[in-house]
């Protein structure tokens, strides 16, 4: 009898104690050799019925305030202490270290926003004089444009001017050119006339007399235009006045006598 009802009890015990233990593993980083802990919670938390008076029963609600006190806590926490004391060095080094880089973070990150702020700063300085410069050397070919455009116009201007005078010169050449082609013509027209007269006194013949048919110096020229030596007007006026007589070559009444000399034409 005392054996079948020992075995609630027992079962609430260790119940209570294995959740307890598991529910402090979990909250600790250390973890803990299950055997050792199953051995102490059996050597710590069994109770020793020996003890007990013999026919005194011990209920399962006194077990259960007995294992309230937790001796296991004792142990686990000297197993804590022993576990850290035990810990290595370089695991110690790593937690420490790991800890130091957790701290450094936020100051590597400051550091890194410093230096990031101070290159956005150095090229955006950079930029801008790069930009101020571009805008200089825009303005120069801004204004070089500038002069080039007045120059083309001025040339523009003096090619019109050229262009102009060129015309007139053109017009000023056919002007005289036609002045040159009518002087050139009235030219042909007196070397023509002079040829002409060139051409009559070179083939001149002397008048002959129409009474004796010869050349004399003097010579009388009838109105009816016969002409006569002087000899033979002087016998004619001596035979007959000669306003009264009438022309030797075709008997018309003599009415005028003119003196010619053949040195004259």
Known sequence: M???????????FYHGLFSQSDTES???????????????????????YRENDQGVRVSSRSLREVTKRDYTYEDYQKQMDAATATVTPCKSRRRKTGIGKRTREPADLGSMLDEFSHKVR???????????????????????????????TTA???????????????????RLRDESTISNQQNDEK???LQRVVDERTNFTPLACQGCGEGKKYWRILGCGHAFCTGCISELNTKEPL???????????????????????
């Open 2 to 12: 005392t054996t079948n009802e020992q075995i609630p009890v027992d079962q609430a």
């Open 26 to 48: 979990r909250a600790s980083t250390v973890p803990l050799d299950e055997t050792s802990s199953c051995e102490n919670a059996n050597t710590i938390a069994e109770p020793d």
């Open 122 to 152: 150095r090229h955006g300085q950079s930029w801008t004089d790069e930009i101020r410069k571009l805008r200089e050397e825009l303005e120069i070919l801004h204004d070089r444009n500038n002069r080039l455009q007045d120059e083309i």
């Open 156 to 174: 523009n201007g003096e090619k019109d001017r050229l262009r102009e005078e060129l015309i007139m010169s053109n017009q000023e050449r056919d």
């Open 191 to 193: 070397i023509r006339d």
């Open 243 to 265: 306003f009264n007589s009438c022309c030797p070559c075709c008997q018309e009444p003599i009415q005028i006598c003119i003196n010619f000399d053949p040195k004259a034409l």
